[in-house]
């Protein structure tokens, strides 16, 4: 049973609008969330976090939303740029400050920036 | 931030033999960890590597089927033993620097 569900498995933007890639969890004890980024033949690469004590944290052009009474996240990248394109994972800990290494991860979002 | 050298990246291996996958991080860490991708899933922990003792496995995944070394603080390996198709998957290396940062995995295939 999946407890950090990606429903979306791709998702096609045009370069300059908005991404919004999208996370839901069961787990009620999760008190961290982050999200990688995976290139082709790379290992995912960490891009941006928040913690369940915040409901927005923002990056540049990169924002994590949480709701935690939907149980859900959201990255928002603006404007989206053609680099942009990759598998970006969802990833959620109940350990405590997500600086330790057990993540539960989503199954990805492949994100396709078009020029 | 510290990066991590995984090799092989991909390796094309019969069934019922064994391969063993490296890590070395280029500064010491406490913990390392092994995921496993398998085709369009979720990455899932596998094991912790613990210097000085034994890892540390997830449910579902055994010290026989898959043993680590953790021989210092700046390497690793991955045993994939007595494979079969099911094995094919994409094996991923970390540890943590801050956040968990990964190696650029290894891509297996099991004929």
């Known amino acids: 049973d999946q407890q950090v569900k990606q429903n979306s498995p791709s998702l096609s933007v045009q370069e300059g609008r908005i991404s919004i890639l999208n996370c839901d969890y069961t787990n009620s004890m999760f008190d961290y969330f982050l999200w990688y980024k995976k290139y082709p033949a790379e290992g995912p690469t960490f891009l941006i976090s928040?913690?369940?004590?915040?409901d927005k944290n923002e990056d540049g052009r990169f924002t994590v939303f949480l709701n935690k009474s939907a149980k859900h996240l959201s990255l928002h990248i603006v404007p989206s740029q053609p680099g942009d394109s990759a598998v970006y994972f969802c990833a959620a800990s109940a350990l405590g400050g997500g600086s330790q290494g057990n993540l539960i991860f989503g199954k990805g979002t492949k994100l396709s920036v078009k020029p | 931030s510290a990066v991590i050298s995984q090799k092989p990246s991909r390796d094309i291996c019969q069934r019922g033999t064994s391969l063993t996958i490296q890590c070395q991080v280029d500064s010491q860490v406490t913990m390392m960890f092994w995921y496993r991708q398998q085709p369009g899933q979720s990455l899932t922990l596998i094991a912790t590597a613990n210097q000085g003792s034994e890892a540390t496995y997830e449910s579902g995944f055994v010290i026989d089927k898959f043993p680590i070394s953790r021989p210092n603080l700046t390497f690793s390996t991955l045993t994939v033993s007595n494979m079969s198709p099911e094995d094919s998957s994409i094996y991923l290396c970390?540890?943590?620097?801050?956040?968990?940062?990964f190696g650029s995995g290894t891509q297996l295939s099991v004929l």
């Open positions: 970390s540890a943590v620097d801050e956040k968990l940062f």
């Open positions: 928040i913690s369940s004590i915040k």
